[in-house]
């Protein structure tokens, strides 16, 4: 495995450290660092413009029991399955397989039927999901923009792994599906956060006021996302 660099310098460490690694050049002049992209389960190590090899091999090296223990701490991916309970806007489901019933998936009381054979039902969970999200998302996106008199050309449901939104210059919002497994105060607070770059396309003071005007409580979601996001990119 090979470790390129900006400088165009290339680094190959297979031999000496056994596993891939991610590489980007570092913002500090001397100082290298590591961290764990949790999303593509690999680590990062950020390197200053004028570092050596050697330097880099050893860094690695001495932190590999710290590298390996993190991984370790991830979570598995997986796929929806039969008995499962998940949150779904906000609903406690269970996720029931019915392979004789016809009607592709529905809600039925506190339960999520997929109908069709087992080697579907990930699929079609994951389907369903994208597809409602479309639909609520786009809704309560809608509302959110009127209440600031802004204008929102389209929403649209992202299969991400970088982001849980963003809102383009053109007024066109991106959603990650996976946010519909959020509790309900996260989707809130995430639909706030994106309406309100409508109007600020910053971090600002003045957007912050304009995120609490359109959700009072968005520190709750805010907390939630930061501290708990990761847990749903478990799914497929």
Excluded at 186 to 192: F, G, H, R, V
Aim: glycine share 6%.
């Amino acid at each position: 495995m090979k470790i390129t660099l900006l400088t165009g310098r290339i680094f190959d460490i297979k031999e000496a450290i056994g596993m891939d690694i991610k590489v980007i050049p570092s913002r500090s002049y001397n100082k290298l660092s590591l961290r764990i992209d949790t999303k593509e389960r690999i680590p990062v190590l950020s390197v200053p413009k004028f570092c050596s090899r050697k330097r880099a091999v050893n860094f690695v090296n001495e932190n590999m029991d710290w590298i390996l223990k993190s991984l370790r701490q991830i979570p598995e991916r997986k796929n929806f399955t039969d008995g499962e309970q998940i949150l779904l806007f906000g609903q406690p489901l269970i996720i029931c397989h019915c392979p004789q019933q016809r009607g592709g998936v529905w809600i039925e009381q506190d339960k999520l039927c997929v109908s069709g054979g087992r080697e579907f039902l990930h699929r079609r969970v994951k389907d369903y999901i994208k597809k409602r999200a479309t639909e609520e998302f786009t809704n309560i996106s809608q509302q959110l923009a009127q209440k600031l008199g802004c204008k929102l050309s389209g929403v649209s449901i992202k299969d991400t792994k970088s982001r849980w939104g963003s809102c383009s210059s053109l007024n066109h919002i991106n959603y990650s599906w996976r946010i519909a497994l959020a509790p309900l105060e996260t989707i809130n607070y995430l639909m706030a956060h994106e309406v309100a770059h409508l109007k600020h396309q910053d971090h600002s003071e003045n957007f912050w006021h304009c995120v609490a005007t359109l959700y009072p409580q968005w520190q709750e979601g805010h907390d939630w996302l930061k501290k708990n996001g990761k847990t749903l990119y478990i799914y497929q």
